[in-house]
């Protein structure tokens, strides 16, 4: 079983940056794959970035650029650092694993693992 929590959410005002953490604890090793999703009220979850082994990343359409998502193995702790936000990145944000060893997905059907979720307000 592999847990994950998630930290970093908040309100910032548009063109404003926050940066999201997500801790793993359990059965977690370099050999994972790791995404980050977000979802609002009424719609489905979505795919924003992932990245897998080695260093492989992949990031929806919409972040244009503006977002990051990078892993330090060393202390199990995935990150997505998000810049120039805008009212539409609003939503919950979630992180989520699953065992690989190649590329990731931004599906989220395809994740074993869920945090519990952080919120972004963006005004």
């Known amino acids: 079983q592999v847990q994950l929590v998630e930290s970093g959410g908040g309100s910032v005002q548009a063109v404003g940056s926050l940066s999201l953490s997500c801790v793993a604890s359990g059965d977690i090793d370099s050999k994972h794959c790791w995404g980050w999703f977000r979802q609002t009220p009424g719609k489905e979850r979505e795919g924003v970035a992932g990245i897998g082994d080695p260093g492989r990343t992949i990031y929806a359409r919409f972040v244009k650029g503006r977002f990051t998502i990078s892993i330090d193995n060393s202390k199990n702790t995935l990150y997505l650092q998000m810049n120039s936000l805008n009212p539409e990145d609003t939503a919950t944000y979630y992180c989520?694993?699953?065992?690989?060893?190649?590329?990731?997905?931004?599906?989220?059907?395809?994740?074993?693992?869920w945090g519990q979720g952080t919120q972004v307000t963006v005004s």
């Open positions: 989520a694993a699953r065992p690989c060893g190649g590329s990731p997905s931004l599906a989220a059907r395809w994740y074993d693992y």
